[in-house]
């Protein structure tokens, strides 16, 4: 018996690792200036809301721009939406679509 199923029968709490199914969930934020917001996933730049008037305006790690939202929680909302990796049906139904325009 190893000592991992030890700890796990005596009722010692498990250290879980985090599941990699979705790292975009754990977007941090920080306010760079008045009007830039940026977002960084697990200590690497992941993208920015800049403020522009009425709108907020998101950018990818790369600098392209998303698009335009009226609200912060919306435009933050949007990136991580971005940055979410494809469902394995969405992918499907693209590659679908793209095999029908050959």
Known sequence: MSSTETSARSGAPEQQTPTPTD??????WRQA?????VATSDGEFAGFVAVERNTHVVHD??????????TLAAARQALVDATR?????RERL???ILARRR
């Open 61 to 70: 790690s790369h600098s392209r721009r998303i698009g335009a939202y009226p």
């Open 85 to 89: 990796p494809p469902s394995r049906s």
């Open 33 to 37: 200036d008045h009007d830039v917001f």
């Open 23 to 28: 790292p975009t969930a754990r977007l941090a």
């Open 94 to 96: 693209r590659r679908r």
